[in-house]
């Protein structure tokens, strides 16, 4: 069974910096886009970053210039660089994955989230 694992989360004072990792484990035949999603306390869910396999990544507007998404298509894993963090950024972040696995059609997955916490 595909799963997906964050973590580097925590806690962090506004201004500074924290690396998210998000680990696919599984029988995995082919990995396409890959994305960052984070949620805070009484909102919807909403896309940070996402990446496709071969091309460019695309980021919500309110983190572009201090969050940067990147991949490494060997080990299958996806990171979030997030830096100048401010307080909104606060939220469980999720890695998603579209996967697919041999002889199986493209599937959407979800890791069970980490917290960041920005605050002083």
């Known amino acids: 069974q595909v799963q997906l694992v964050e973590s580097g989360g925590g806690l962090v004072q506004p201004g500074g910096s924290l690396r998210l990792s998000c680990a696919a484990s599984?029988?995995?035949?082919?990995?396409?886009?890959m994305a960052w999603y984070r949620q805070a306390p009484g909102k919807q869910r909403e896309l940070v970053a996402a990446?496709?396999?071969?091309?460019?990544?695309n980021y919500a507007d309110s983190v572009k210039g201090r969050f940067t998404i990147s991949r490494d298509n060997v080990k299958n894993t996806v990171s979030l660089q997030m830096n100048s963090l401010k307080p909104e950024d606060t939220a469980v972040y999720y890695c998603?994955?579209?996967?697919?696995?041999?002889?199986?059609?493209?599937?959407?997955?979800w890791g069970q989230g980490t917290q960041v916490t920005v605050s002083s």
């Open positions: 998603n994955a579209n996967i697919r696995q041999l002889s199986t059609p493209i599937l959407n997955y």
């Open positions: 599984g029988r995995i035949a082919s990995i396409y886009t």
């Open positions: 990446i496709p396999s071969g091309g460019s990544a």
